[in-house]
């Protein structure tokens, strides 16, 4: 069974900035998919950011619309450790922001769809406001 933790979520003033973190138990975290996803209330759960793994130590990032250009996501592999970094936060980045792992993912866009990833986080706070 793997375990993520998120943390770092918090009230910020828009265009500010916060750096979530998700430590992750499991032997495999180099190997995983690893990404973030997000939610308000009355809407779905939707993809922010993934990293995923494409052998030897290549990682490619993949970004949802939204933030792309204001989001980065990062792996410490040594850590089991993923990063959202938001910068230029906006209130409509306000929402729970969820942590997920996969371990396989294969497929056109596999890594923005909710059903590749095996586990998830509890979740963390994030609040914009204007």
């Known amino acids: 069974q793997v375990k993520l933790v998120e943390s770092g979520g918090g009230l910020v003033q828009a265009g500010g900035s916060l750096r979530l973190s998700c430590a992750t138990s499991?032997?495999?975290?180099?190997?995983?998919?690893m990404g973030w996803f997000r939610q308000t209330p009355g809407k779905e759960r939707e993809f922010v950011a993934a990293?995923?793994?494409?052998?030897?130590?290549?990682?490619?990032?993949y970004y949802g619309d939204s933030v792309k250009g204001r989001f980065t996501i990062s792996r410490d592999n040594a850590k089991n450790t993923v990063f959202l970094q938001m910068n230029s936060l906006k209130p409509e980045d306000t929402a729970v922001y969820y942590c997920a792992a996969g371990t396989s993912c294969s497929g056109y866009g596999c890594y923005e769809t909710r059903r590749t990833y095996d586990y998830w986080g509890q979740g963390t706070q994030v609040t914009v406001s204007s």
């Open positions: 990293s995923k793994w494409s052998g030897g130590s290549i990682y490619y990032r």
């Open positions: 499991g032997r495999s975290f180099s190997t995983y998919v």
